[in-house]
């Protein structure tokens, strides 16, 4: 079966490897903006479809039977693409979502709805770490009353203020890496967005012993779509597809 990954997570490279194991002939579509990434099995495609259309475009094109949406939680705009473009061209979609992280017993966060409610949130003179991304950085960094250490795995397209700091890292993370990043900046806040699974999350458990503050933007709420939240449970849906 021809099957096209919107990729982009470490399931999505997951999922891909299995299902070139298989047999499948499997397309895995990156957007670029990491500009070293790992690359899954199978072919791969980079940049942009061009909207929904775009993506129909291709879908026909390449004539894939299904489509799998394993981007990023925050991803929601190809997440909502790929629901419509679905619909429009009858090709089944299987969304495969990491569940979102929950505090654990002694965990204490913050829910906010977007970037600009997390930066409203930080009191002056907070020490930041902040690993929510490019998106939403230039909100964060108009608080020139905070000190900010910005954790990113590229550097953004903008140089960093007199109150921000670069921190250059590709995830897995450990606790005691987290532990002692945060000790060494005197970290009070972590600014997070809940992208769920297990290697980003010692993070919060750092935190959480260290008694820093975690602001947690909330997920986007999705287009409904078939979901799963396995590499294991996607491939159980694709070969009820016939793949």
Known sequence: MKILILGGTSEARQLADRLTSLGHDVITSLAGRTQDPILPAGRLRMGHFGGVQGLCAFLRAANIECLVDATHPYA??????AVAAAAATGIRLVRLLRPAWAPLPGQHWTV???????????????????????????????RQDCQFFVRLIEPPNVAMPKNAQLVLDRPPYNLAGELTLMQRHGITHLVSKNSGGGQTAAKLEAAQQLGVVVLMVARPIYDPAEEVETVEAAISALSAAGA
Do not use: M, Y
């Not at 930066?119 to 960094?141: C, E, I, K, W």
């Open 76 to 81: 929601s705009q190809i997440s909502g693409n």
């Open 112 to 142: 906010v709805r977007s970037a600009k409610e997390a930066a409203d949130a930080l009191p002056r003179h907070a020490n930041v770490l902040l690993t929510t991304g490019h998106s939403g950085l230039a909100t964060f960094l108009e």
